[in-house]
């Protein structure tokens, strides 16, 4: 240690400071920290922060208030052409910003780790990453080559993964996301830094893998009595693992609690106070009449270039949806899920089974044929922004399906669009903008209307919350509950947000590499869910409790490992490898949908046979 | 793996020249004019174009000739046996008149652009640590500057102020002093035979006069290649992984290695396709020293008519450039690894 311990502790530099942790010295303190990029105003303007030995920290924000800017003014850094222009920040009473530069590089990477979002991007794309952790380690430590090579491994094995001297091997863009975040990690905690900065380390990472990698960044960080500012937008992480809770927006700190106070205020949760049950529509009570879609063993297969294998994209998947009823798809990315949403609308032709419209057969239409339908079957995109035209206005875009599915003159398309508008509580002024004038939140409202134009009977909506700002997605939400409850609509809603689809949906499909594993309602799957993968998919789940963390019970479901290649599927149960319930004859016995008397339908012998406990279900074979 | 990829790029760039050379020799012939006239003047008798047309073997069929080009009419000695035919000029083999051009050229290029390569990457790297900053704008400046003008122009200002003026640089009048006697060639490259022979005076002496041509070329060169290195700099110190490098306070050196790496690509293909270029636009500076390179022997060629010679050279240029381009994705593969792999 080179650094003397600060006796005399600092004032802390802003107000309200939390009590827990007031006895512990401060590690890092900054005060009007100030960041700009050239042209006023500043990203980061007067940050003031106090982190103390051995805390975990959550800074909550949204995207855009300078969170990520703040993250690397905390190490002195600014993206060029940005700068650092005022303030100050001090490392156990050191000013960062003014020591010299040797001095500066030494705390970085060896006193204070970082680990950043889109962690491929943040490794260098021609070293092999175990190279990448030896260069860092040798940075601050004195040690040969071989040494690092050696500490690479070990860094590697302590952040779980695998066969840690073959990934050494690996350079950034052979990894998945997952499994670069952990090598960033590795990098972070290679000198056992006394703070771990993690600004956003798992967006873009599904929830299993988030849970997997936040549960061990708490456990390696508690071992070396760390501190930890985690930054994120996501309140159940916030409320699952840090101890006080800052929430920043335009570039400051403006609330200053902790994360016990913070979980107690009042927030919307899984099957929460109810404002779904008075806002859900009930599907056509009518049980007998033909559902609006069925999905008859659809498998779609995609051959290997250079090889006769094939990725499995899609298995044997089949499922009904009734006129009125949202069906929610949920399953890790890589899973199928918007592969069979493209299939229901024969955008990705099935390679097997079918899809029945109305008890019509999509596949064997024509083309005319199915240029009628296509009205009737429609379709929004994850990115609101990159589904629109950006030269055409908004009236353009709203009158293109209007033109090629009914004969309205100008004026009657003009009214419609109006019409189309108000439906999705737009201003009609709107129509005369073009996309890059509107937020994300209004364009997906405007992708809804397009959907809508031709009076559909059913649309897929394939992540259309995922890139929006949580007050957006949360107004959306409500938008799609009236629509359904006006119109009638029926929606496939393709998420692996779990807040979201527990809002929305009336059932729930659970995709697991290319299989449906549970079907169940929203009630069933997420009061009881019974298969394993459906388990740990809402351990997973980071939603605010009131009273714990989840760093504070012990969580039995959990998976192993990451989700399977799809080319080269397992024999047995597709689960099998990760599954904490796998016995010998998951390995070798191929599993089958199959339904259950309180009429869902699983995919897992163990549950039907009732030998994973939890619950007592009297079991009936599907027809 | 690598060996088949290798072998497939040259199976591919074979196919490539043979089209070429047939598109070569069918074009040519298209062309509205008269080699045989151009040989025996426009009042050569009857006789005298009819017997000149024969040897050259143009009052043969299109067909018959092509046959014959390519050594398929049954007597050999074409194409596909490595002969490039005889030159209906000079009556000297083309592929021995290439020989003695060619390594003229290459040896001005190479020289150019390695002197280029060693001022431009520091000067691109130093110009991307401070954009914006003095140093970076006056570099901007002279690219335009230099850039901006013909080759020939600066060549023959650098010959008015170091030869005529200073008197500091040797007439330009090629690559040796007229008054000696130039040794039998090894290799055909001046440079390389002279000391192959330990000949360092006359070693010296080639230098000193490619010393003007090369300064001229890399006036030129230099300009854009400056721009590329910066440009990629600037843009690799602003990315994602080289913040990190400096957050995980690896020293400067070792960033500065980690950005110049991903910028190198694609100055090196700017290099490459520079270089295939020059290969045939060379011709102006050659022709201002004097220097008699593979550019000067194909205007020579085309303005004389003399269709094997055209036609050697387009082959010979064209799979020099080729062979450059595969060395390129090659290098490219080492310091790219995702290149690789795709």
Request: hydrophobic share 45%.
């Amino acid at each position: 240690m080179t650094m003397p311990l600060d006796a005399t502790r600092q004032a802390p530099a802003s107000a309200g400071q939390s009590r827990e942790a007031d006895l512990a010295p401060a590690i890092l303190e900054a005060s009007g920290l100030t960041v700009g990029y050239g042209a006023p105003p500043p990203i980061v303007a007067g940050f003031d922060l106090t982190i103390r030995r051995g805390e975990f920290v959550g800074l909550l924000g949204e995207s855009g208030c300078g969170k990520s800017t703040a993250a690397y003014a905390l190490l002195g850094l600014a993206r060029p052409p940005g700068r650092i222009s005022a303030g100050r920040v001090a490392f156990k009473g050191q000013d960062l910003l003014t020591m010299p530069a040797a001095r500066q590089r030494e705390i970085r990477g060896k006193h204070i780790g970082l680990i950043v979002q889109n962690p491929r991007g943040a490794l260098n794309p021609m070293l092999r990453v175990g190279r990448q952790i030896g260069n860092v380690w040798r940075a601050h430590n004195a040690g040969s080559a071989t040494r690092a090579e050696e500490h690479a491994v070990e860094m590697l094995k302590l952040v779980g993964i695998n066969d840690p001297k073959r990934r050494t091997e690996a350079f950034a863009h052979e990894l998945s996301g997952g499994m670069a975040q952990r090598v960033l990690i590795a990098i972070a905690l290679s000198s056992t830094p006394e703070l771990l900065i993690a600004d956003e380390p798992t967006s873009g990472l599904d929830v299993t893998i988030q849970a997997q990698l936040l549960d061990q960044m708490w456990q390696s960080t508690r071992r070396t009595h760390s501190s930890v500012l985690l930054i994120t937008q996501e309140t159940g992480i916030v409320a699952n693992y840090c101890d006080r809770v800052l929430v920043m927006r335009e570039g400051r700190i403006v609330e200053d609690m902790t994360a016990a106070a913070y979980r107690r205020a009042p927030r919307r949760s899984l099957l929460g106070a109810g404002n779904k049950a008075k806002t859900l529509a009930t599907p056509g009570e009518d049980d007998q009449a033909a559902p609006v879609l069925a999905v008859d063993h659809v498998s779609r297969f995609f051959p290997v270039p250079g090889s006769t294998k094939r990725v499995q994209a899609v298995s044997d998947v089949s499922f009904d949806i009734a006129a009125g009823e949202t069906l929610g798809l949920v399953g890790e990315s890589g899973s199928g899920k918007t592969t069979v949403g493209r299939c229901l609308l024969r955008l990705i032709e099935p390679s097997e089974g079918r899809v029945l419209y109305r008890g019509e057969p999509l596949n064997t239409l024509g083309k005319t044929g199915m240029r009628r339908i296509r009205s009737k079957l429609q379709i929004v995109l994850q990115d609101p922004y990159d589904s629109l035209d950006p030269r055409w206005s908004i009236l353009q875009t709203l009158s293109e399906p209007l033109k090629l599915h009914t004969d309205l003159s100008g004026a009657g398309r003009a009214k419609r669009v109006e019409e189309l508008l108000a439906q999705v509580d737009l201003p009609k002024t709107v129509a005369a903008l073009r996309p890059r004038d509107l937020g994300s939140g209004a364009l997906q409202r405007i992708n809804i209307a397009r959907a809508l134009a031709c009076a559909p009977d059913f649309i897929v909506l394939d992540e259309p919350t995922s890139v929006l700002a949580p007050a957006a997605r949360t107004s959306l939400v409500e938008l799609l509950l009236r629509l359904q409850a006006e119109l009638g609509v029926s929606f496939l809603f393709i998420s692996h947000d779990l807040t979201t689809v527990s809002q929305i949906c009336h059932r729930i499909a659970v995709m697991y590499l290319s299989q449906v594993v549970e079907v169940g309602t929203t009630e069933q799957v997420f009061r009881d869910p019974q298969h394993p993968y459906t388990r740990a998919l809402l351990a997973s789940h980071l939603d605010p409790h009131p009273e714990e963390r989840r760093v504070d019970r012990a969580v039995q479901e959990r998976l192993a490992g990451e989700i399977p290649s799809p080319i080269d599927l397992p024999k047995g149960c597709y689960l099998q490898s990760r599954c904490p319930h796998a016995v010998e004859r998951c390995a070798t016995e191929p599993q089958k949908l199959v339904r259950a008397a309180d009429g869902r339908m699983l995919r897992c012998w163990r549950v039907l046979a009732d030998e994973l406990g939890g619950s007592d279900i009297p079991l009936v074979h599907d027809a | 793996m690598l060996l088949r990829y290798i072998g497939r790029r040259v199976a591919v760039s074979i196919v490539q020249l043979l089209g070429l050379v047939v598109v070569v020799f069918f074009l040519i012939r298209l062309m509205p004019a008269d080699p045989v006239a151009r040989l025996v003047g426009l009042n050569a008798s009857k006789e005298a174009y009819a017997q000149a047309s024969h040897s050259l073997g143009l009052d043969q069929p299109l067909l018959t000739q092509f046959l014959q080009y390519f050594g398929l009419d049954g007597r050999g000695g074409g194409l596909l046996e490595g002969h490039l035919g005889v030159s209906w000029v000079t009556n000297g083999s083309v592929l021995t008149e290439i020989g003695q051009t060619l390594p003229v050229t290459i040896q001005l290029l190479t020289l150019s652009f390695i002197i280029t390569l060693l001022i431009a990457v520091p000067v691109g790297i130093a110009g991307a640590s401070r954009p914006g900053g003095a140093f970076d704008r006056g570099v901007f400046v002279y690219g335009l500057f230099g850039g901006s003008q013909p080759e020939f122009w600066w060549g023959l200002m650098f010959i008015f102020v170091f030869f005529f003026k200073l008197g500091i640089a040797p007439a330009p009048l090629g690559l040796v002093n007229p008054m000696d006697m130039p040794s039998e060639p090894i290799t055909g490259f001046i440079l390389l035979d002279s000391l192959l022979r330990g000949e360092f005076d006359v070693f010296l002496d080639v230098l000193w006069h490619l010393a003007l041509p090369t300064l001229t070329l890399v006036f030129i060169l230099s300009g854009p290649i400056i721009k590329m290195v910066r440009q990629n700099m600037v843009r690799a110190l602003g990315s994602d992984f080289v913040l990190y490098a400096r957050a995980a306070g690896l020293r400067e050196s070792t960033v500065t290695r980690y950005a110049f790496r991903i910028a190198l690509a694609p100055a090196l293909t700017l290099v490459g396709i520079l270089y295939g270029v020059m290969l045939g636009g060379a011709v102006l500076v050659e022709t201002v020293f004097s220097l008699g390179g593979i550019g000067q022997y194909a205007v020579r060629a085309v303005l004389a008519f003399d269709y094997p010679a055209i036609q050697g050279v387009v082959l010979v240029i064209t799979s020099i450039s080729l062979g450059i381009y595969l060395v390129l994705d090659l290098v490219y593969a080492v310091i790219d690894p995702r290149v690789a792999r795709s």
